[in-house]
C-alpha cells in the first residue's frame, strides 16, 4: 500500500518509532531525513518527551520545525523557545495524582522546566534520565505549587494490566478535563486535554500552512492514533500491537529493523515522486 496524498510534512514519534529499543538514533534514519529535506518535504517530532528530552536530535536531524513535547503540552521551537504551552488544570491534576497514587503506581510530575520525582530509585527513573539526558528533582512530596505549574503527570508501574486499567478509570474519571493515554506499556501520562497528538497535527498544520490531509504520521502506541486520525496518511511501526496497526494506513518494519528510515522511502518519498 503506498499513500495516495501529495505528502508536505511527516510528523513522527520519537520512542518506539523514530529511536529503536535502546534509545539511539540510527544512522538509516539519519539519512531518511535528510531525503526528506532533499524532497522539501518538512519533518517534525512529537513526543510524551519534555522538549529538553529531545534537545539531542535537533542537531543530527537539523530540525527546523516545531518540537511538540509532551504529547503537544508544550511546542518550542528549534532553540527550545516556548511557542505555546497547556498547563494541566489545578483540580483535575490533583485528581489524576490521586487516583494514580491510589492505584498503586508510582508518579512523576513534569513542569515547562523540571521533573519532579519522590524516589531517585524508583522503577524507570535511571532509564528516563538516561533517555532524556537530565536529572529529575526529588521532593518529599508533590504540593499544590508544583501541581499548578504541571504539563505533565506520569503514573509508572511494572505491573502493565494495571497500567491499562488505570488508563481506562483516568479516562472516566477526569472525563475533558484532562487526557490520559499510554505512551509505553508501563507509563499512564495525564496531559491538558489539548496536548495531545491529534492536536499536535493541526497545530503544525497551521504554523507551517499545510493542510491535515497533506500530512503523514507515524507511531507505534495508542496516543498515537489520534494523530492518525488528523492526518492523511498514517504509518504504524512492526512493533506496535496489532490494535495501533489497525488503526493505520499502513504497516513498516520494527524499530530495530530500520521501520522509519524503509517507511520514509515506500511510503512517502515515493508517493512524493508519484
Known amino acids: 500500500m503506498t499513500a495516495q496524498h501529495d505528502i508536505r510534512l511527516f510528523l513522527a514519534d520519537v520512542d518506539g518509532a523514530l529511536v529503536t529499543k535502546a534509545k539511539v538514533l540510527a544512522e538509516a534514519a539519519k539519512a531518511a531525513v535528510q531525503e526528506l529535506d532533499h524532497a522539501d518535504i518538512a519533518f517534525a517530532v512529537t513526543s510524551v518527551r519534555p522538549p529538553r528530552g529531545m534537545r539531542m536530535l535537533i542537531e543530527p536531524l537539523v530540525l527546523r520545525t516545531a518540537l511538540a513535547g509532551f504529547n503537544g503540552g508544550v511546542l518550542v521551537n528549534p532553540d527550545l523557545s516556548i511557542i505555546e504551552s497547556h498547563t494541566l488544570d489545578p483540580a483535575a491534576a490533583k485528581q489524576a495524582l490521586?487516583?494514580?497514587?491510589?492505584?498503586?503506581?508510582?508518579?512523576?510530575?513534569?513542569?515547562?522546566?523540571?521533573?519532579?520525582?519522590?524516589?531517585?530509585?524508583?522503577?524507570?527513573?535511571?532509564?528516563?534520565?538516561?533517555?532524556?539526558?537530565?536529572?529529575?528533582?526529588?521532593?518529599?512530596?508533590?504540593?499544590?505549587?508544583?501541581?499548578?505549574?504541571?504539563?505533565?503527570i506520569v503514573g509508572v508501574s511494572d505491573d502493565h494490566d494495571l497500567v491499562a486499567a488505570c488508563e481506562k478509570i483516568a479516562q472516566t474519571t477526569l472525563g475533558e478535563r484532562a487526557s490520559a493515554?499510554?505512551?509505553?506499556?508501563?507509563?499512564?501520562?495525564?496531559?491538558?486535554?489539548?496536548?495531545?497528538?491529534?492536536?499536535?497535527?493541526?497545530?503544525?498544520?497551521?504554523?507551517?500552512?499545510?493542510?491535515?490531509?497533506?500530512?503523514?504520521?507515524?507511531?507505534?502506541?495508542?496516543?498515537?492514533?489520534?494523530?492518525?486520525?488528523?492526518?492523511?496518511?498514517?504509518?504504524?511501526?512492526?512493533?506496535?500491537?496489532?490494535?495501533?496497526?489497525?488503526?493505520?494506513?499502513?504497516?513498516?518494519?520494527?524499530?530495530?529493523?530500520?521501520?522509519?528510515?524503509?517507511?520514509?522511502?515506500?511510503?512517502?518519498?515515493?508517493?512524493?515522486?508519484?
Open 98 to 152: 490521586k487516583l494514580i497514587l491510589d492505584k498503586g503506581l508510582d508518579a512523576w510530575v513534569y513542569t515547562e522546566e523540571e521533573w519532579l520525582i519522590r524516589d531517585k530509585d524508583a522503577p524507570h527513573v535511571a532509564r528516563e534520565t538516561w533517555t532524556v539526558k537530565f536529572d529529575a528533582k526529588v521532593v518529599a512530596s508533590f504540593t499544590d505549587a508544583h501541581l499548578a505549574h504541571a504539563v505533565k
Open 181 to 274: 493515554e499510554r505512551s509505553q506499556p508501563y507509563y499512564l501520562d495525564v496531559t491538558h486535554p489539548q496536548a495531545n497528538k491529534g492536536t499536535v497535527v493541526i497545530t503544525l498544520s497551521k504554523l507551517l500552512n499545510i493542510p491535515p490531509e497533506q500530512i503523514a504520521t507515524m507511531g507505534d502506541m495508542p496516543n498515537d492514533v489520534l494523530m492518525f486520525r488528523r492526518s492523511g496518511f498514517s504509518i504504524t511501526i512492526g512493533n506496535a500491537s496489532d490494535e495501533v496497526k489497525a488503526q493505520a494506513s499502513a504497516v513498516t518494519d520494527t524499530n530495530e529493523n530500520e521501520g522509519f528510515a524503509k517507511a520514509v522511502r515506500k511510503f512517502v518519498l515515493r508517493s512524493a515522486a508519484a
